[in-house]
């Protein structure tokens, strides 16, 4: 089920104001929403962020494909946490980074053998798991991976189980998310990762905005992060998930 928060924001640095739309999903430690309250790395850094702009705000949560879609096609609109790629850079205005991520394959516990490459996935594996629109479907499909079994839950909650019991599947997923997902569902022992120090992408996690947003939006927002960063905001909301 959708779940609607409204931000409400104060800001005397600009006269400049616009009405915003962020979307995003279900992905812990960066995002997540527990009975319909949203928290994580990215919410406290958006939190800060809107204090400092003079925007009015909406976030809803939705599964990924449903997000992501929504910022491409609808001006003033975002999705975050996203990460920035060469096919996603022209198709967005960016904010951030707001933080690092890098994907990797997870695998059934009992298996033994070396992945050094999304090729020697393929090869291994009867199917790799993905989510939809995912940054791992995207990349792995422009790579010619043709194994990929592309799934619409965003939570990742069937493919994690699928690994744990079946030695024939791999699972594409973010590092950090992956881990966190697995220890929630309990599973740690049934899963491990592969490749954690040899990503097949490592990248930027971004507020993505709709092509068509105003530039004054991109340029405030960008400027906002900035101070975030510069005045050491940034690094004290890091402290707290580590």
């Given at each position: 089920?959708?779940?609607?928060?409204?931000?409400?924001?104060?800001?005397?640095?600009?006269?400049?104001?616009?009405?915003?739309?962020?979307?995003?999903?279900?992905?812990?430690?960066?995002?997540?929403?527990?009975?319909?309250?949203?928290?994580?790395?990215?919410?406290?850094?958006?939190?800060e962020?809107?204090?400092?702009?003079?925007?009015?705000?909406?976030?809803?949560?939705?599964?990924?494909?449903?997000?992501?879609?929504?910022?491409?096609?609808?001006?003033?609109?975002?999705?975050?946490?996203?990460?920035?790629?060469?096919?996603?850079?022209?198709?967005?205005?960016?904010?951030?980074?707001?933080?690092?991520?890098?994907?990797?394959?997870?695998?059934?516990?009992?298996?033994?053998?070396?992945?050094?490459?999304?090729?020697?996935?393929?090869?291994?594996?009867k199917?790799?798991?993905?989510?939809?629109?995912?940054?791992?479907?995207?990349?792995?499909?422009?790579?010619?991976?043709?194994?990929?079994?592309?799934?619409?839950?965003?939570?990742?909650?069937e493919?994690?189980?699928?690994?744990?019991?079946?030695k024939?599947?791999?699972?594409?997923?973010?590092?950090?998310?992956?881990?966190?997902?697995?220890?929630?569902?309990?599973?740690?022992?049934?899963?491990?990762?592969?490749?954690?120090?040899?990503?097949?992408?490592?990248?930027?996690?971004?507020?993505?905005?709709?092509?068509?947003?105003?530039?004054?939006?991109i340029?405030?927002?960008?400027?906002?992060?900035?101070?975030?960063?510069?005045?050491?905001?940034?690094?004290?909301?890091?402290?707290?998930?580590?």
């Amino acid at each position: 089920m959708k779940k609607l928060l409204f931000l409400g924001l104060v800001c005397t640095s600009t006269l400049f104001s616009a009405d915003i739309k962020l979307y995003t999903e279900d992905f812990p430690p960066y995002q997540t929403n527990e009975n319909g309250k949203l928290s994580g790395i990215s919410i406290d850094i958006i939190n800060e962020i809107k204090k400092r702009v003079k925007d009015d705000i909406s976030i809803e949560s939705n599964d990924w494909d449903t997000s992501y879609n929504k910022a491409l096609n609808n001006k003033n609109c975002g999705v975050f946490s996203t990460g920035r790629t060469k096919d996603r850079e022209s198709l967005f205005k960016w904010i951030g980074p707001i933080g690092k991520t890098k994907y990797i394959f997870f695998t059934n516990a009992q298996n033994d053998y070396y992945i050094g490459n999304p090729e020697d996935a393929q090869a291994k594996a009867k199917h790799i798991l993905v989510s939809k629109n995912d940054v791992s479907h995207q990349i792995l499909t422009n790579l010619g991976i043709k194994n990929l079994k592309v799934s619409d839950d965003k939570s990742s909650k069937e493919n994690i189980q699928t690994v744990a019991k079946d030695k024939e599947v791999l699972w594409a997923s973010d590092y950090y998310s992956g881990i966190y997902k697995i220890r929630k569902l309990g599973l740690e022992s049934k899963i491990k990762p592969m490749m954690s120090n040899r990503p097949f992408i490592a990248t930027t996690m971004n507020i993505a905005f709709n092509i068509n947003t105003d530039e004054k939006v991109i340029e405030n927002w960008n400027q906002a992060l900035k101070q975030i960063v510069d005045d050491g905001t940034y690094a004290k909301i890091m402290q707290k998930y580590e």
